[in-house]
């Protein structure tokens, strides 16, 4: 699945043919980097790598590359999410440059979540471009070394390892392996999923993303969270779109005695991780633990996934 020689730890992580393991990192609602370096204590050495939100959910919050850029000072490898909803074709590859000469090698191309949903609903949003679009230009960045507008990158080709989301329980459920698909064409090597609870379901899916040959043309990680109560739990079954939690799942947490229901979501994840690393074509997990990063390495240790290889 690659041409050119790595660049980042999880490219070769995943090259050299190991389970992947990534986790996520929620920039603050303010400046102070304690809080980062604070989550990151819990993520050093249990992860390959941690992906650092845009903004997610259309809320202000420190900015992505500089939490990336606090991640690289620790010794940490960040995925530096990138949406299309703040910027336009202009400002996102002045940022993707400035990022890279920050020293960011991985990176996620998300459309973004609509800003009505956010703190400042007000807010215009961009979309010049979309996330398959992105891909594109991002791909040229790397392979062809230029612009999107075909104008020469000076010094060199910019050559980030380029990932996308795809949640395979949204509707219509029969196109999102044709959507994957179009992601792949674009340029994305890595694929991160939506939360995963319905494995059977999932199964469904990596059956489909087979039979088109996509699992041989990129890295599918598929996305874990623990769950912290059963209030969580029904929540994400009932409120969430494009969220699948089965009725069992909700059932297992409300049976469970409130003080160890954050330790029973913690086993759900760990048994989710145990089980869609036996279905082919996963090569790793990504762990969403948003304000919860304390939990991840249990969780990774449990899941007998730790200590991570040296690459």
Not at 34 to 53: C, F, H, M, P, W
Not at 141 to 169: D, H, S
Not at 226 to 249: N, R
Request: charged share 25%; proline share 6%; glycine share 8%.
């Amino acid at each position: 699945m690659t041409e050119q020689a790595p660049v980042s730890r999880l490219e070769k992580i995943l090259t050299k043919g190991y389970f992947a393991v990534t986790g996520e990192c929620g920039p603050p609602k303010g400046a102070d980097r304690s809080v980062i370096e604070r989550k990151a204590q819990y993520l050093k050495g249990t992860v390959d790598a941690v992906n650092i939100t845009d903004c997610q959910t259309a809320v202000v919050r420190m900015c992505s590359m500089a939490v990336a850029k606090i991640l690289l000072d620790l010794g940490i490898e960040p995925t530096m999410q990138m949406t299309c909803r703040d910027r336009n074709r202009i400002a996102i590859q002045s940022d993707l440059l400035g990022a890279y000469a920050l020293g960011v090698r991985n990176l996620l191309a998300l459309t973004g979540d609509h800003q009505s949903f956010g703190n400042h609903p007000e807010a215009k949003g961009v979309f010049d471009l979309d996330s398959i679009q992105l891909l594109q230009i991002v791909h040229r960045m790397g392979e062809e070394g230029v612009f999107a507008n075909g104008e020469e990158i000076e010094g060199g080709p910019v050559r980030f390892f380029l990932g996308a989301a795809e949640n395979p329980f949204a509707d219509p459920f029969d196109f999102r392996p044709y959507r994957l698909a179009k992601k792949v064409k674009a340029g994305a090597r890595f694929i991160q999923t939506q939360l995963i609870y319905n494995v059977p379901k999932f199964a469904q899916f990596m059956q489909r993303v087979r039979d088109l040959g996509l699992d041989q043309k990129v890295y599918i990680l598929a996305g874990v969270g623990p769950i912290k109560s059963y209030g969580a739990a029904k929540y994400m079954a009932t409120k969430v779109p494009g969220m699948d939690v089965p009725e069992e799942i909700v059932e297992r947490m409300r049976k469970t005695p409130k003080e160890k229901q954050k330790e029973e979501g913690i086993k759900i994840c760990v048994e989710i991780i145990q089980q869609v690393k036996e279905i082919p074509g996963v090569a790793g997990v990504h762990i969403m633990a948003i304000e919860w990063e304390e939990a991840v390495p249990q969780i990774v240790e449990m899941a007998g996934l730790y200590p991570r290889p040296e690459v």
